[in-house]
């Protein structure tokens, strides 16, 4: 394949959910996955690591998706690293305030793999490129 290393970083406190999300990523080829359970740790983890995806759950046990998506906005490394929000909530409002925070996308549990598969496929395809890909 002859791929370079790609790192997604999976923000979900449910670890069943966290899981299949890891594996469904490990199949669209994303070599390593990070996990973070909740906000807070999403928002350490992203001050060492520089991932280029974050999958992140809008409900957080603590601190909520909106506010770790403009945390990673707002950092100097990670400000153009897409980010798909994943949440089970409908409404638009939730989703105008998703992109407002910077989202990337917005996907809708439950899903399909091959829902999540076009939804991750676009974000990538959306992101300023650090280096010229073929």
Known sequence: ???????????????????????????????????????????ELLNEARPDLVCLDLTLP?????????????SANNKDVPVLMISA?????????AEE???SGYLIKPFTPEEFRQQVERVMASRPSREASS
């Open 89 to 97: 909530r409908t409404l638009a409002v939730d989703r105008a305030q």
């Open 1 to 43: 394949m002859g791929q370079q290393q790609r790192t997604v970083l999976v923000v979900e406190d449910s670890p069943l959910f966290r899981r299949m999300l890891g594996d469904m990523l490990q199949e669209l080829g994303f070599t390593k996955v990070l996990e973070a359970f909740g906000g807070r740790a999403a928002m």
């Open 101 to 103: 925070a910077g989202a």
């Open 62 to 74: 603590d601190v909520s998706g909106f506010d770790v998506c403009e945390h990673i906005r707002a």
